[in-house]
């Protein structure tokens, strides 16, 4: 079992930042990748950032990072100069191995809100 936990979010003000995290537990042997996704009512789920193991980070958006703390199986999502378009539920997704499975298996974290509003 893998439990993906996320922090963070919020309400913020046009302009602003907010940082999210999501910290991976459980029973694996390797992480292959996190990623962010988020979904606003009435779009489908987009792909934010991600990150591959021994690999740099990518986003989509340049006003956000993600870094990573691989010893803490950790990885966090710096949104800066926040407009009210970003508003969405951000959603952590971990890839992982597990031992004696043949392929590599996803686990979701619970979701985070964050609103830009005035």
């Known amino acids: 079992q893998v439990q993906v936990v996320q922090s963070g979010g919020g309400l913020v003000q046009p302009g602003g930042s907010l940082k999210l995290s999501c910290t991976a537990s459980?029973?694996?042997?390797?992480?292959?990748?996190m990623a962010w996704y988020r979904q606003s009512p009435g779009n489908e789920g987009d792909l934010v950032a991600v990150?591959?193991?021994?690999n740099k980070p990518y986003s989509k958006e340049g006003r956000f990072t993600l870094s990573e703390e691989r010893a803490k199986n950790t990885a966090y999502l710096q949104m800066n100069n926040l407009k009210i378009e970003d508003t969405a539920a951000y959603y952590c997704?971990?890839?992982?191995?597990?031992?004696?499975?043949?392929?590599?298996?996803?686990?979701w974290g619970q979701g985070t809100q964050v609103t830009v509003s005035l």
């Open positions: 997704k971990a890839t992982v191995h597990r031992d004696g499975d043949a392929e590599y298996s996803a686990s």
């Open positions: 459980g029973m694996f042997d390797s992480l292959m990748s």
């Open positions: 990150v591959i193991s021994g």
